[in-house]
């Protein structure tokens, strides 16, 4: 009877056992090999993993980290030699663009980027990449790929940037922008066309306005978050409104820009009376300044609290002031960048600067 049992229990520990090296299979071998040889050999079933955070967010102007690490599970003994590569893909979607490409001690850094990124490295499996001198068209989708030889794992990162949008409208009026215009204006404003989330996020801070304007994507849209009559009928639920995709024909809208911090600062300036448009652009020279775009001024509002009573000159000709503090005699209830539109170049008023901070 005593036999058994033995039997039986060595027949319980034999089953146990298979079964376990059935279940963990490679990692039970892996581990064997491990312990009892230090080959580091093609038996080796060992799986690369790739890890970072679904974005960052960061300021123009300064420097960004996305963070990237990989790992081996089970881990290695010696580390291997690896290949980390980022690219880039716009926001406005299009080609995977090369950033950076580090084998080894080795780097190369492409296009755009050389000179401006690097590979952190403050552990061994660290790829995550700094760059410095954020740009407004630096946001979009960054993968970091990690190949080993026999793996090859990826992972993304949304680079995004703090920042204000503005809806933009042509000096000659309400939809004049074709969708390349519409890009341009922008530049010229010290900003770039606004891609979707970040008209969603505006929308979500309150942003409410009736004209449609061009999306990076190539979209046109417009952010309702008060809606009434004359702006897709009282009935209708707060949202973002989209006419789709309308690059294939030459239809012109207004522009939705998108502005970020920016060094420097933007102030209101009237050495000595109001002045017609030239007059207002000489003052700012003669401070040491350069009369503020659009989206500095909306940038100054948005992510400095500007707020000034006095309308005063933009570089495009239009007459704005910023307000953050809505009180009675000084614009209506909302914070807000308030517009005069684009008056006749004689009138007088004050002007709005910016000075670059060195
Ligand atoms: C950004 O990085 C550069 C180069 O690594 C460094 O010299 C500079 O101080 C950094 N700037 C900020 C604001 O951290
Ligand atoms: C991004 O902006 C920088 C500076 O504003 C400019 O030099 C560069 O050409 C732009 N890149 C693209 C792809 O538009
Ligand atoms: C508002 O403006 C009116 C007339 O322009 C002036 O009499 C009044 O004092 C102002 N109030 C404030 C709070 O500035
Ligand atoms: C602005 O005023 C100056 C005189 O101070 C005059 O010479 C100039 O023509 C005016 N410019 C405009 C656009 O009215």
Same mark, same amino acid.
């Given at each position: @009877? %005593? %036999?058994?049992?033995?039997? *039986?229990?060595?027949?319980? @520990?034999?089953?146990? *056992?298979t079964m376990a090296a059935t279940i963990s299979n490679s990692f039970f071998y892996q581990k064997y090999l491990h312990t009892n040889s230090n080959q580091d050999s093609q038996y080796n079933r060992v799986n690369l993993h790739v890890e970072s955070p679904s974005s960052v967010f960061a300021l123009r102007g300064e420097n960004a980290t996305l963070p990237c690490r990989f790992w081996y599970e089970p881990e290695l003994n010696s580390?291997?030699?690896?290949? $980390?590569?980022? +690219?880039w893909v716009s926001v406005a979607g299009g080609p995977q663009t090369d950033v950076l490409v580090a084998v080894g001690s080795r780097r190369r850094t492409f296009g755009e980027f050389r000179g401006r990124v690097q590979l952190r490295q403050n552990f061994p499996e660290d790829a995550a990449l700094v760059m410095t001198q954020l740009q407004l068209n630096n946001t979009g989708r960054y993968v970091c790929e990690v190949v080993d030889g026999l793996e090859d794992k990826r992972t993304t990162v949304d680079l995004e940037l703090r920042g204000v949008v503005f809806p933009y409208q042509h000096p000659l009026g309400r939809y004049y922008l074709t969708f390349l215009e519409a890009k341009q204006a922008c530049e010229q404003q010290d900003a770039t066309? =606004? /891609?979707?989330? #970040?008209?969603?996020? =505006? *929308?979500e801070e309150g942003l409410n306005w009736c004209n449609a304007g061009w999306l990076a994507d190539g979209t046109v849209q417009y952010p309702i978050t008060q809606p009434r009559a004359t702006c897709g009928g009282p009935g209708l639920a707060p949202g973002i409104r989209s006419y789709g995709?309308?690059?294939? #024909?030459?239809?012109?809208y207004d522009a939705f820009c998108f502005s970020s911090l920016l060094r420097g600062k933007v102030y209101y300036f009237q050495p000595s009376g109001k002045m017609n448009l030239t007059e207002a652009r000489q003052a700012c !020279?003669?401070? !040491? =300044?350069? $009369?503020?775009?659009?989206? #500095?001024?909306?940038? =100054? *509002?948005?992510? /400095?609290g500007l707020d000034h009573c006095n309308a005063g000159w933009l570089?495009?000709? +239009?007459?704005?002031?910023? $307000?953050t503090r809505p009180r009675r005699?000084?614009?209506?209830? !909302?914070? %807000?960048?308030? +517009?005069?539109?684009?008056?006749?170049?004689?009138d007088k008023h004050g002007v709005y600067c910016y000075k670059a901070q060195e």
């Amino acid at each position: @009877m %005593g %036999g058994f049992q033995v039997l *039986w229990c060595l027949q319980l @520990m034999l089953s146990n *056992w298979t079964m376990a090296a059935t279940i963990s299979n490679s990692f039970f071998y892996q581990k064997y090999l491990h312990t009892n040889s230090n080959q580091d050999s093609q038996y080796n079933r060992v799986n690369l993993h790739v890890e970072s955070p679904s974005s960052v967010f960061a300021l123009r102007g300064e420097n960004a980290t996305l963070p990237c690490r990989f790992w081996y599970e089970p881990e290695l003994n010696s580390p291997r030699k690896v290949r $980390i590569k980022w +690219s880039w893909v716009s926001v406005a979607g299009g080609p995977q663009t090369d950033v950076l490409v580090a084998v080894g001690s080795r780097r190369r850094t492409f296009g755009e980027f050389r000179g401006r990124v690097q590979l952190r490295q403050n552990f061994p499996e660290d790829a995550a990449l700094v760059m410095t001198q954020l740009q407004l068209n630096n946001t979009g989708r960054y993968v970091c790929e990690v190949v080993d030889g026999l793996e090859d794992k990826r992972t993304t990162v949304d680079l995004e940037l703090r920042g204000v949008v503005f809806p933009y409208q042509h000096p000659l009026g309400r939809y004049y922008l074709t969708f390349l215009e519409a890009k341009q204006a922008c530049e010229q404003q010290d900003a770039t066309v =606004a /891609t979707f989330p #970040q008209l969603y996020q =505006a *929308w979500e801070e309150g942003l409410n306005w009736c004209n449609a304007g061009w999306l990076a994507d190539g979209t046109v849209q417009y952010p309702i978050t008060q809606p009434r009559a004359t702006c897709g009928g009282p009935g209708l639920a707060p949202g973002i409104r989209s006419y789709g995709k309308r690059l294939s #024909q030459p239809h012109r809208y207004d522009a939705f820009c998108f502005s970020s911090l920016l060094r420097g600062k933007v102030y209101y300036f009237q050495p000595s009376g109001k002045m017609n448009l030239t007059e207002a652009r000489q003052a700012c !020279e003669d401070d !040491e =300044a350069q $009369i503020a775009k659009v989206g #500095q001024l909306y940038a =100054a *509002w948005k992510l /400095t609290g500007l707020d000034h009573c006095n309308a005063g000159w933009l570089a495009d000709g +239009s007459v704005r002031y910023p $307000i953050t503090r809505p009180r009675r005699n000084c614009s209506s209830s !909302e914070p %807000g960048v308030r +517009s005069f539109g684009f008056p006749p170049f004689q009138d007088k008023h004050g002007v709005y600067c910016y000075k670059a901070q060195e």
